[in-house]
């Protein structure tokens, strides 16, 4: 997916606020000298509060450039949803908007891959509802996509999981995460738990090493102090999505085909996984390279 020298137009759509690792994943794509970040999404319960979250890192990156939308708010049809935004209380009192359109993100997405047709990555970290409302609403896209990378399940066995087994992005908005996997893409690429929990630090390294970069992860670690609260280390689930893009290599995939579940409330959101030999719609993350990954990853921030 990664070009060798070239840029990469990449999509970020996010949930940004709730779990700490949109933040750092955040920090890093505008950090990252190969992503021409066109724009962001925020999705799931107080979007706007989402979107301030992102506002405030792009201006901690210098990045005021970058487009912002915000989304759907609430699920297709059921789920948890996600009302909450416990890491605005870490910029609150700063500078930014508070008068974000509402629901403007699909129709931003829809424009930006359409004015650059095979061209674009669209990076999901956040529950599905964006994604899913804008296949329905222009059903051409995912065509038009160079490729759909989400940080979405669980493929434990990589012949499916135990009952239970639930990714939180993947189970919060079930009828929409069934929708993205449905769609057809050139690339369609899924990095689960089941790798992306092998990439975990310590809070006390990770705030000695947000420090040291400065800069919009710096701001990321005043976020992470609210994580902290209730978490003594980060796992860098959005980060290793995200970082994957510029280095595929830090990951292995297997191709095969992803199903989702949506007729039991109780099983809503499980992700089956049946691997198999190309051509198959989707590929799936089925190991991971920690120490490659967070070489990678602090080379990037702490460069840019």
């Given at each position: 997916?990664?070009?060798?020298?070239?840029?990469?137009?990449?999509?970020?759509?996010?949930?940004?606020?709730?779990?700490?690792?949109?933040?750092?994943?955040?920090?890093?794509?505008?950090?990252?000298?190969?992503?021409?970040?066109?724009?962001?999404?925020?999705?799931?319960?107080?979007?706007?509060?989402?979107?301030?979250?992102?506002?405030?890192?792009?201006?901690?990156?210098?990045?005021?450039?970058?487009?912002?939308?915000?989304?759907?708010?609430?699920?297709?049809?059921?789920?948890?949803?996600?009302?909450?935004v416990p890491?605005?209380?870490?910029?609150?009192?700063?500078?930014?908007?508070?008068?974000?359109?509402?629901?403007?993100?699909?129709?931003?997405?829809?424009?930006?891959?359409?004015?650059?047709?095979?061209?674009?990555?669209?990076?999901?970290?956040?529950?599905?509802?964006?994604?899913?409302?804008?296949?329905?609403?222009?059903?051409?896209?995912?065509?038009?996509?160079?490729?759909?990378?989400?940080?979405?399940?669980?493929?434990?066995?990589?012949?499916?999981?135990?009952?239970?087994?639930?990714?939180?992005?993947?189970?919060?908005?079930?009828?929409?995460?069934?929708?993205?996997?449905?769609?057809?893409?050139?690339?369609?690429?899924?990095?689960?738990?089941?790798?992306?929990?092998?990439?975990?630090?310590?809070?006390?390294?990770?705030?000695?090493?947000?420090?040291?970069?400065?800069?919009?992860?710096?701001?990321?670690?005043?976020?992470?102090?609210?994580?902290f609260k209730?978490?003594?280390?980060?796992?860098?689930?959005?980060?290793?999505?995200?970082?994957?893009?510029?280095?595929?290599?830090?990951?292995?995939?297997?191709?095969?085909?992803?199903?989702?579940?949506?007729?039991?409330?109780q099983g809503?959101?499980?992700?089956?996984?049946?691997?198999?030999?190309?051509?198959?719609?989707?590929?799936?993350?089925?190991?991971?390279?920690?120490?490659?990954?967070?070489?990678?990853?602090?080379?990037?921030?702490?460069?840019?």
């Amino acid at each position: 997916m990664a070009e060798v020298l070239g840029k990469v137009p990449l999509l970020l759509d996010t949930d940004i606020g709730s779990d700490i690792d949109d933040a750092v994943a955040l920090a890093y794509l505008l950090s990252q000298p190969r992503c021409e970040l066109l724009g962001i999404t925020t999705v799931t319960g107080r979007v706007d509060q989402r979107a301030a979250l992102a506002e405030v890192l792009c201006r901690a990156a210098g990045r005021e450039d970058v487009p912002i939308h915000a989304g759907a708010g609430q699920v297709l049809l059921f789920g948890p949803g996600q009302p909450e935004v416990p890491q605005y209380a870490a910029i609150e009192s700063l500078p930014h908007r508070r008068d974000w359109g509402a629901n403007t993100a699909v129709e931003f997405l829809r424009r930006a891959i359409r004015s650059r047709p095979g061209e674009v990555t669209l990076l999901a970290i956040g529950p599905m509802t964006n994604v899913a409302l804008l296949f329905a609403t222009d059903p051409e896209i995912p065509a038009l996509l160079k490729g759909l990378v989400l940080m979405c399940g669980v493929f434990t066995g990589r012949g499916g999981q135990g009952p239970g087994s639930r990714e939180w992005n993947a189970l919060v908005d079930p009828i929409a995460t069934a929708r993205t996997y449905q769609a057809a893409t050139a690339i369609h690429r899924s990095i689960g738990l089941e790798v992306t929990t092998q990439c975990r630090l310590p809070a006390e390294e990770c705030r000695r090493r947000f420090t040291a970069a400065g800069g919009a992860l710096a701001v990321v670690g005043e976020m992470a102090e609210v994580w902290f609260k209730h978490a003594r280390e980060i796992t860098f689930h959005d980060p290793l999505a995200a970082a994957t893009i510029f280095e595929p290599s830090l990951c292995r995939f297997e191709t095969g085909t992803v199903t989702v579940e949506t007729a039991s409330p109780q099983g809503a959101g499980l992700t089956y996984w049946s691997p198999g030999p190309p051509p198959q719609p989707h590929e799936v993350a089925v190991e991971v390279n920690p120490a490659a990954f967070f070489e990678h990853y602090f080379g990037v921030v702490e460069g840019g």
